[in-house]
């Protein structure tokens, strides 16, 4: 056993020892250096490092990960969002207290020596041989700096970045290599700017710039001297030395900096002792990443920005490509959110649905001719909380949606009408309209297989008042099933596939329509974008243009600005003007006098259509005027609740329609953000109210026109006609649905004096009177 001196020294064995191995290694540093091929002797062997000259000849320095800024289309901030919290500057927009308090206690000999400090490894590998560990570093700010540049490299995976901080004398040697490489390619001032723009600060902050803002609420160049001396005294040990959670900590640390500094000669004795009497006077900001901290209720609407960037090609060809670029960030991304529309959206959302609510409710404005998305927002906010969700209930599942999308009702009639109109039918067609009936079959579809009703599915009308017979403009205005379900049968499937294909109308979860007479109820789930976006086409005549989000994206470099490509909104005629004239016609019908009175706007045209689904668990309301479109959806997204005897928005209602809840958020949302906007006027066209009067003669069993002069079964009171016992409850002009009509007469009768006759057929052909 080796000897100790008296006083605990170290024997001369083991003073020998030492002094050889630190000979050692510090020799394999040095012929590493100025000898590659002999500096790779002894490290290759043992398989610990790669040849020092096979080492690739340049370091590859991938962009810094930056914070990326969403934007409205003013130009207002949404949100930020990045996976580092990084601002790149330049070395002037850097406070000189922080340039000189960072070299002074990383590596205050940095303006001396090159890559390599040879007395500070000495000084190093002697301190470590007394401690028999590693309990002092050699590195300096270049290696430093090639170290984050292999930690950025290796972003978030666990295993990379491992990789790039284990603790080996073969990282040791690539650091070596790379650093004398940025040493003569950059020069001091650059490498000093690329490392405050790169090293990690604690709190998410990554650089100097960030750093800055989060403990300071102020920009790098305007730091003092003892807070630049804070900051510098961080980045040894962020958890050790975060001035958020220990305080006496960091201030004992940004002392011993701000002594290091005076040691060196960059500020007085006199001007540090000042320094270190100043209390922190931390103004701290908290980190806002990410969309959950959007302004103006624009969460969901950010995400769905966040998708569309890494779901088109036009930003990568690959997922993983897309997602590199997202996540090095560095954005700037102009939308087209308008902020007046967000706004006013998520002011009816508050005012008619709590979110505390059992059911929710979401909205999606949509400018025709552009497909511009102005405001997209929900009752219940973005979060992990009680009632909040992360789901976006007005997209489809890819991007972020419910997994299938909503039933949409009744608001898919128009597309039926628009099928039907396109392929010839007038806008009088007329069909008998029962209150219920079976499913007709069977029905065309596009293949050779027509769709047929084998299991006698029936579908009804929501009143058993509701019979017809019905034209098309007062069926849309009082949404008769049984009336569109004809429609369907007559004109096939096809010609409506074809319609909202033109459309763009898929399911939730992307996939085609079904090819069934259900569908012209609304019986599959679609999203409130697909609605509105539909819908607008419509209003711009029958042109349809796919929604878009992003006005502009640029993306900076370094210090260099360039724009990126983004995805365009493809424009295409969908259906002929005359067409979109006639179904503007019809659906303005609707909010006149129709199912949608409650949603029709005081100052200006408007059009659209309600919807409810069965057990009333779904709600709709769509409509636009010819500059805005807007879907609103109201119901469960688990489709468990049904909307009867509910409190919604603080109001109990006993049966939920799409003209009554649905229809009053569309109204004020689309009031609001239309205040102060052009009012435009729609191309209408005459479509006829049923003849009255028409033709003489008799209602017979079938339902054939009858006529005004009605035989001795309806007789003549007060020269008023009334239609016949024997009249079709299609019949003639007096014959109407109830057997006969009730008059205008000319003098006063009692109430109910005047009615007809309750057996007429249901399948009648005539006028309905």
Known sequence: MPKKRSGGGLSATQQAAKFLGVSVLAGAVLAGIALPAFGALGLAAKGSVESFDELPANLKTPPLSQRTTILDAEGGQIATVYSRDRTVVELKNISPYMQKAIVAIEDSRFYQHGAVDLKGVLRALNQNVQSSGVAQGASTLTQQYVKNVFVEEAGDDPTKVAQATQQTLGRKIKELKYAIQVEEELGKKKILENYLNITFFGEQAYGVEAAAQRYFSKHAKDLTLPESAMLAGIVQSPSRYDPVNDEAEATKRRNIVLQRMAEVGDVSQAEADKAKETPLKLAVSQPKNGCITAARGASFFCKYVEKVFLNDPVFGKTQEKRAKLWNQGGLTIRTTLRPQA????????????????????????????????????????????????????????????????????????????????????????????????????????????????????????????????????????????????????????????????????????????????????????????????????????????????????????????????????????????????????????????????????????????????????????????????????????????????????????????????????????????????????????????????????????????????????????????????????????????????????????????????????????????
């Not at 607008?536 to 210090?559: D, H, L, M, T, W």
């Not at 009255?692 to 009605?710: L, R, S, V």
Request: net charge negative; aromatic share 6%; charged share 15%.
């Open 342 to 769: 967000q706004e006013s959206v998520q002011a009816s959302l508050k005012e008619h649905v709590n979110k505390s609510d059992k059911v929710a409710a979401a909205s999606t404005l949509i400018e025709p001719g552009s497909g511009k998305i102005v405001a997209m927002g929900q009752s219940k906010p973005y979060g992990y909380g009680k009632n909040e969700t992360e789901y976006n209930f007005s997209v489809n599942s890819v991007m972020g949606g419910s997994n299938y999308g909503f039933p949409t009702g009744s608001t898919f009639k128009p597309f039926v009408a628009a099928a039907a109109l396109e392929g010839g039918k007038p806008a009088t067609q007329e069909y008998s309209s029962p209150y219920d009936m079976n499913y007709p079959s069977p029905v065309q579809t596009c293949g050779s297989n027509p769709w047929t009703n084998r299991e006698g599915e029936k579908v009804e009308n929501e009143s058993e008042s509701e019979k017809g017979p019905y034209q098309l403009k007062e069926a849309m205005a009082k949404s008769v099933n049984t009336y569109f379900v004809q429609m369907i049968s007559d004109i096939g499937l096809c010609p409506v596939v074809k319609m909202t294909d033109a459309l763009h109308v898929t399911q939730g979860n992307g996939t085609k329509l079904p090819e069934s007479p259900s569908i012209a109820l609304g019986a599959v789930g679609l999203s409130p974008l697909t609605m509105a976006s539909a819908y607008a086409a419509f209003a711009s005549r029958g042109i349809y243009c796919s929604p878009i989000a992003i006005e502009s994206i640029s993306q900076k470099v370094g210090n260099q600005q360039k724009s990126l490509e983004i995805p365009k909104s493809t424009c295409s005629r969908a259906m002929s003007e005359k067409t979109a004239d006639t179904v503007n016609t019809l659906l303005r019908g609707v909010v006149d006098s129709g199912t949608g009175q409650q949603a029709g706007l005081t100052d200006r045209e408007s059009a659209g259509k309600t919807g409810t689904t069965d057990e009333r668990k779904n709600a709709w309301f769509v409509g636009y005027t010819p500059n805005l479109s807007g879907a609103v959806w109201v119901g469960s997204a688990s489709q468990k609740v049904q909307m009867k005897n509910i409190t919604i928005g603080g109001v109990y209602r006993p049966l939920v329609y799409g003209g009554e809840v649905p229809g009053p958020i569309w109204k004020d949302a689309m009031t609001g953000a239309l205040s102060g906007q052009n009012v435009e006027s729609f191309n209408l066209v005459d479509i006829p109210d049923p003849e009255k009067d028409k033709g003489d003669g008799d209602g017979d069993h079938n339902g054939n026109p009858g006529g005004n002069n009605g035989n001795a079964n309806g007789g003549l009171i007060a020269g008023l006609t009334i239609g016949g016992a024997n009249g079709g409850a299609n019949g003639g002009a007096n014959n109407g649905a109830n057997g006969g009509t009730t008059p205008n007469p000319s003098i006063s009768l009692p109430d109910g004096f005047i009615q007809g006759q309750n057996n007429g057929g249901r399948n009648g052909t005539g006028g309905r009177g």
